[in-house]
């Protein structure tokens, strides 16, 4: 009997094993481009070539191409740890010292909207956070569209930002490849075409990349027709006080605006200003009606930035908050920074005059000196830039577009040289 049931017993089931050959999950998944700009810096590590110049990356280098730690920010970090701070959490829109003082910086003590109560400002993860915070809240707050006009070019990072915030993204004309200039007249154009309500962003200054600024006179204009076609302006200002070294004067179109009746959005970043770009300090700020708006403004960023990151970084933050806090630490920055930026003015002047003058390049060269900021668009072609990385060491973006900050007296003629070389094809 005992030999009977066991024959009818059910064979026992053996484990399914994954076959070797099956495929994998991510298998569909395609393999994405390469960031431009880590792309250059990959390509620059692994030359050998001792006359390398790096002239991709963002980030600001010292007369001897080291990247370089602020004064002002040594002292503060000093202070901070003879206070022994502890380390817990910030509340959701980060340290209310900072924003406090950010917003003070951007919009000016005098600000109407800054004395009245009515700047919503959150604490964010650099320049960058504060825009996708930006976007994130206009994509669900903003009542008269959901289309965001960016200048052609910007910032790479911008389209894919607003796009992931769930904007539509168009363009309006900025860079005239012609003049190496600012394309003024089809940016009215564009702007005054554009849907109303539409949001236009606008970098305060230093236009990243093109360097190429509006002037103040242009800024008013700017500012007439986005009140003329009620359109909604959102500044990323990365750069304040490293453009021009001067933290007011960098931050005009900002306060313009603001003075003409605007409400606006503001991306804030220390990155630059401060050297601060591992830390990953910024602000995103939203100028109200008043303190009851404000408040309830506060409470959806506060909804849209709980499920993103839940609360910023804290050390960065207080970094910059004991510089803007100290008037003593805050006077020692704003030199520090108005040195940076000089640098980078003389090294405008130093290539100008070396292509212009000494080697007597073919072209116009004004536009380097006429720009402002980091970066600058030398007006090369591809087959230029190409030419320079394969067989003078020097790394750029295929537009053009080169950081200044990564010139020094070290290497600048060789970067002119070699500059010469390939506009005539020599290389």
Known sequence: MLAANFARRAPLALPVRASTHSLSTWSAVAQGPPDAILGISE??????????????????????????????????????????????????????????????????????????????????????????????????????????????????????????????????????????????????????????????????????????????????????????????????????????????????????????????????????????????VGAFSLTVKDAEEKKRVDSQLKIVIRPMYSNPPLHGARIASTILGNQDLNAEWEVEVKGMADRIISMRDELYGLLTHDLKTPGEWGHIKSQIGMFSFTGLKPEQCKALAEQAHVYMTMDGRISMAGLNGGNIEYFAQSVNAAVKGDL
């Open 43 to 280: 390509a620059f590590k692994a030359d050998n070539d001792s006359r390398k110049i790096n002239l991709g990356v963002g980030a600001y280098r010292d007369g001897n191409g080291k990247p370089y730690v602020l004064a002002a920010v040594k002292k503060a970090e000093q202070i901070l740890t003879a206070a022994s701070p502890d380390k817990e959490y910030l509340p959701i829109t980060g340290l209310p010292e900072f924003n406090k003082l950010a917003a003070k910086l951007a919009y000016g003590a005098e600000s109407a909207p800054l004395k009245q109560d009515a700047i919503a400002i959150t604490q964010s993860i650099s320049g960058t956070g504060a825009l996708r915070i930006g976007g994130a809240f206009l994509a669900k707050h903003y009542p008269h569209s959901k289309v965001i006009y960016l200048p052609v070019p910007s910032w790479g990072n911008h389209t894919p930002i607003f796009k992931d915030s769930g904007l539509e993204v168009r363009g309006y004309r900025y860079f005239d490849k012609k003049t190496v200039g600012l394309d003024f007249a089809g940016l009215k154009e564009d702007l005054q075409n554009a849907p109303e309500g539409a949001i236009v962003l606008l970098h305060a200054c230093a236009h990243n990349p093109t360097g190429v600024d509006p002037t103040k006179a242009q800024w008013a204009e700017i500012s007439n027709i986005v009140a003329e076609k009620k359109l909604f302006p959102f500044f990323d200002m990365a750069y304040q006080g490293f453009a021009s070294g001067s933290t007011d004067r960098d931050a005009f179109a900002v306060r313009h605006f603001v003075e003409q009746g605007h409400q606006i959005a503001l991306a804030q970043s220390f990155a630059k200003n401060m050297g601060l770009y591992g830390e990953r």
